[in-house]
């Protein structure tokens, strides 16, 4: 007969940490990330493959299995399983995959750079709908990249062209350049799916998603 001995409180029981549990942003940004809209998912997964290759050659870090450590290597044997909701979308599966090989510093850099992705995300909802412009993912995407591409000033000129109702701006083309991952207020970061929608902070105003799941 098994149970809690006779006089003895049972013991809560430690869910053991995630991966993306050791930092504060990029808990919030993957917890974040998971809530969106396949659609917008697949966008910033491909742009986080992008971000962390630049600057951290996880490419490279991926076929040199040993300099990982034990520990990393079992967590990759597990996520071959595939059994985690993000696991059935490859490139969302691919850019955790980069994310969770990196080094403690390298994964609060990009802790803040996923947290200021979601930032610009949000700025660009907020961006079409004071313009009456419709949100799109090709849009969506074109700035993010240019995030990647050249930092925050660069994907904040994009979003003043949405604003001002003008044609983006065309891409730098060539290899990305490492993004400035400046500080950013993670209470503004959170976009949350209600109904497939994503609420703006401001004014409490909502732009319907739908299209883009």
Request: proline share 8%; aromatic share 4%; charged share 25%.
């Amino acid at each position: 007969m098994s149970g809690t001995p006779p006089g003895k409180k049972p013991q809560p029981y430690n869910h053991p940490k995630r991966w993306y549990d050791n930092d504060p942003n990029m808990q919030r940004g993957v917890n974040t990330l998971l809530a969106m809209p396949v659609a917008i998912q697949m966008i910033m997964a491909e742009v986080l493959v992008v971000i962390s290759d630049t600057l951290f050659q996880t490419e490279s870090l991926m076929k040199n299995l040993k300099s990982l450590g034990p520990a990393k290597i079992l967590a990759l044997h597990k996520a071959k399983n595939k059994r985690r909701d993000y696991d059935k979308i490859p490139i969302v599966h691919k850019a955790m995959t980069y994310l969770s090989i990196l080094p403690s510093e390298g994964l609060r850099e990009m802790g803040k750079t996923l947290v200021e992705m979601q930032v610009t995300i949000h700025d660009y909802i907020t961006a079409c709908q004071e313009s009456g412009r419709p949100v799109t993912p090709e849009e969506m995407r074109t700035i993010l990249m240019s995030y990647a591409q050249g930092g925050k000033s660069a994907s904040t000129d994009y979003i003043e062209a949405v604003r001002q109702g003008a044609p983006l701006p065309k891409t730098t083309g060539g290899k990305p350049q490492a993004p400035i991952a400046e500080p950013v207020d993670i209470k503004n970061a959170a976009a949350e799916k209600e109904q497939e929608s994503v609420d703006s902070d401001e004014g409490g105003m909502r732009i319907r998603l739908d299209s883009l799941d």
